[in-house]
Nanobody, 121 residues
């Protein structure tokens, strides 16, 4: 079984920083791409940042230059460092992992529980 646990959300003033962490646990698979998504009230869930198994990254235009995604393959964790936070970054943040089963090579995806990020003006 796969389990993703997200942590690190909270309340911060505009201009502040937060660091989110996603821990992937379980066995019988390898971790491919891990991404952070967010969903603000009344809005659709959107991709914030992703990182491949090789370390390639991609970011939403709205967070480029402010957010940095990184991964520690030894610990199976992916972090999202969020700097210069803005009120519009307020949302519930979710971690998503695309995994490859060791037997058979099929793909599966898993989500973490949401973690609230609130940025006050």
């Amino acid at each position: 079984q796969v389990q993703l646990v997200g942590s690190g959300g909270g309340l911060v003033q505009a201009g502040g920083s937060l660091r989110l962490s996603c821990a992937v646990s379980g066995s019988g698979f390898s971790i491919n791409t891990v991404s952070w998504y967010r969903q603000a009230p009344g809005k659709q869930r959107e991709l914030v940042a992703g990182i491949s198994s090789a370390g390639s990254t991609n970011y939403a235009d709205s967070v480029k230059g402010r957010f940095t995604i990184s991964r520690d393959n030894a610990k199976n964790t992916v972090d999202l460092q969020m700097n210069s936070l803005k009120p519009e970054d307020t949302a519930v943040y979710y971690c998503n992992a695309i995994l490859i089963r060791s037997i058979g090579g099929s793909f599966l995806t898993s989500w973490s529980q949401g973690t609230q990020v609130t940025v006050s003006s």
